[in-house]
């Protein structure tokens, strides 16, 4: 275990993995997710700016959770994020359904294992008799 400072409030705490919050930091954060995702479903067409100041939370903070996929826009919102890869507008994710296609088939083929191909052998060298050396 590694103890590290909570960049939330500062605090020491022992460092599992993921952000570098304390649980007490983890937990007020996952209950502000809960506030943004409440007020998205009563207000759809609210602007980013308005979602954050109602909620008291950061622009940047709500670009992370739709970019973690845990928070999606409505068609009907005006409000987009970037794909990382063509800069397309998405609602949700890092990438768009393009690139998301694109990257697959490139890792695909780069998986792929060669398949070796043994030598034909010609119907002369099958039908030739074999000595062996004593």
């Known amino acids: 275990m590694e103890v590290k400072n909570c960049k939330g409030c ?15 930091c983890v937990a007020d954060l996952e209950k ?14 609210a602007q980013l700016n ?3 100041e109602d909620n008291d939370v950061t ?15 409505t068609s009907e919102s005006q409000i987009t994020v970037e794909c990382e890869n063509c800069g397309a507008p998405i609602l949700t994710g890092r990438f768009c359904d393009k690139c998301k296609t694109s990257l697959h088939n490139e890792l695909s083929g780069a998986i792929k294992k060669p398949v070796k191909k043994e030598p034909k052998k010609t119907t002369h060298e099958k039908d030739r008799m074999r000595f062996l050396d004593n």
């Open 10 to 24: 500062g605090r020491l705490f022992n460092y599992l993995q993921g952000p570098p919050l304390c649980p007490a």
């Open 50 to 52: 308005q979602i954050a």
């Open 32 to 45: 502000k997710f809960q506030e943004v995702k409440e007020y998205l479903r009563e207000n759809p067409k």
């Open 59 to 73: 622009v940047k903070q709500i670009k992370q959770w739709v970019r973690e996929e845990r928070l999606t826009f």
